[in-house]
């Protein structure tokens, strides 16, 4: 049975940086879309990021553009997302997903709405103080 499992999270002072791992066990992620979502209290889960199988396409959502940056190891089942420049609007819980469902149209690629995977982790929360 597949196992998405997020690690990383925490609590850091705005403008300080972390690093997300997700690993999926016992899935080829070569041909998985897999993405971060985030879902902070009394709002809706929102995509913060996304990569391709292969590495080539990513999305972000514009809050995050030029602050987070997403990458994968296929060799290692395992994604990143590193975050820089952490604000107080960054806190929510973070959830990994594997087998996202995405959107290709031209030079957009993004997730689908509503957000769909075949597989979602536990999440880990991130808290980012003023």
């Known amino acids: 049975q597949v196992q998405v499992v997020e690690s990383g999270g925490g609590l850091v002072q705005a403008g300080g940086s972390l690093r997300l791992s997700c690993t999926a066990s016992?899935?080829?992620?070569?041909?998985?879309?897999m993405g971060w979502f985030r879902q902070a209290q009394g709002k809706e889960r929102e995509g913060v990021s996304c990569i391709s199988g292969s590495g080539r396409l990513t999305f972000y959502a514009d809050s995050v553009k030029g602050r987070f940056t997403i990458s994968r190891d296929n060799a290692k089942k395992t994604v990143y997302l590193q975050m820089h420049s952490l604000q107080p609007e960054d806190t929510a819980m973070y959830y990994c997903a594997a087998g996202v469902k995405t959107e290709h149209a031209g030079n957009s690629y993004y997730p689908a709405r509503p957000a769909t995977a075949d597989y979602w982790g536990q999440g880990t929360k991130v808290t980012v103080s003023s």
């Open positions: 016992d899935l080829t992620l070569d041909h998985s879309a």
